[in-house]
């Protein structure tokens, strides 16, 4: 049996990595598909290769992202599967574990999430239901060291799914999450940690489109690295924040 078909394929964070991979799996499947993000040329050049259509966006405009789900519905028609996967990385110098950091992350990478989910949500349930994607990450697993900004906004965003599942799958839409662990992209070029099992942006895309097509509520991966975090996860948190405490001790000798 093959994969499920998407026919109509919204991607925020469509212009790089995992979102482009994944725009080019699904225009190789027959699905046409949107592509948002900022930089208005690595869109277009997306769109023109996927036979597809670029709507550029600020995903942390709330206005915005209302104007370009209701311009995609109103050209397209009702999409069947929406990505929610733009998001970003802010590095400071040394320390990033400030408020402003912090807050940089918040916007992008979980009120972006969710002013493109208050968007879709009424259309979807008028439209009979559909599919909408959560790009969390691995990250979010744990409080790990030198990510507190990033890894906090995954942690909020995976919380925010499971929290909306229940209600969301009452209005007919299936809500995923998809937990990705290191993938080849330019957002963690400036990472300078370990970045073990890392798989290229085209495996990844093959592994989420299989996901997204099964019944499962999470898309995590690789396992190798998706098991041992759950297996610290459910450590009780003194042993856990000793532990990373340990390892980046280790880390910062080397
Ligand atoms: N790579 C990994 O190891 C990894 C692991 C776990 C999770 N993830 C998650 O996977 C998703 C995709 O990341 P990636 O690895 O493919 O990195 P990437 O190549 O840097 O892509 C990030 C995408 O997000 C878009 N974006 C960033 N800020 C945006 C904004 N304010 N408004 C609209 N679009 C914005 C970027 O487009 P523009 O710059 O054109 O706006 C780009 O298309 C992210 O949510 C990331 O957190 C990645």
Redesign the pocket.
Request: glycine share 16%; hydrophobic share 45%; charged share 15%.
């Given at each position: 049996m093959g994969e499920k078909r998407f026919h109509r394929v919204w991607i925020?964070?469509?212009?790089?990595?995992?979102?482009?991979?994944l725009a080019r799996h699904y225009a190789r499947q027959g699905a046409y598909v949107l592509?948002?993000?900022?930089?208005?040329e690595?869109?277009e050049a997306v769109a023109r290769e996927t036979g597809g259509a670029a709507y550029p966006?600020?995903?942390?405009?709330a206005e915005a992202v209302e104007r370009t789900v209701a311009a995609v519905w109103e050209d397209t028609g009702p999409l069947d599967l929406a990505v929610l996967?733009?998001?970003?990385?802010f590095k400071r110098a040394g320390r990033d574990d400030t408020a402003a950091n912090l807050k940089k992350h918040l916007?992008?990478?979980l009120l972006?999430v969710a002013y493109a989910l208050d968007a879709l949500r009424p259309r979807m349930r008028a439209a009979g239901g559909g599919t909408i994607a959560l790009?969390?990450?691995?990250?979010g697993y744990a409080g790990l060291p030198r990510t507190s900004g990033?890894g906090t906004s995954?942690a909020a965003l995976a919380y925010y799914a499971e929290a909306l599942w229940a209600e969301l799958q009452r209005e007919k839409i299936d809500l995923k999450l998809?937990?990705?662990?290191?993938?080849?992209?330019?957002?963690?070029a400036a990472n300078e940690f370990p970045?073990p099992f890392?798989?290229e942006?085209d495996a990844?895309a093959r592994i989420i489109a299989r996901g997204l097509a099964g019944r499962a509520f999470e898309v995590a991966f690789p396992r190798r690295l998706a098991w041992p975090l759950r297996l610290l996860r459910a450590l009780p948190a003194g042993w856990r924040v000793r532990l990373f405490a340990y390892g980046e001790r280790r880390m910062r000798r080397r």
């Open positions: 925020t964070g469509g212009s790089s990595g995992i979102g482009r991979a592509v948002s993000g900022r930089n208005v690595r869109l966006l600020d995903v942390t405009d996967n733009a998001g970003a990385a916007e992008v990478n972006g790009v969390g990450s691995l990250a990033y995954k998809i937990s990705p662990g290191f993938v080849k992209t330019p957002i963690i970045m890392m798989l942006a990844a």
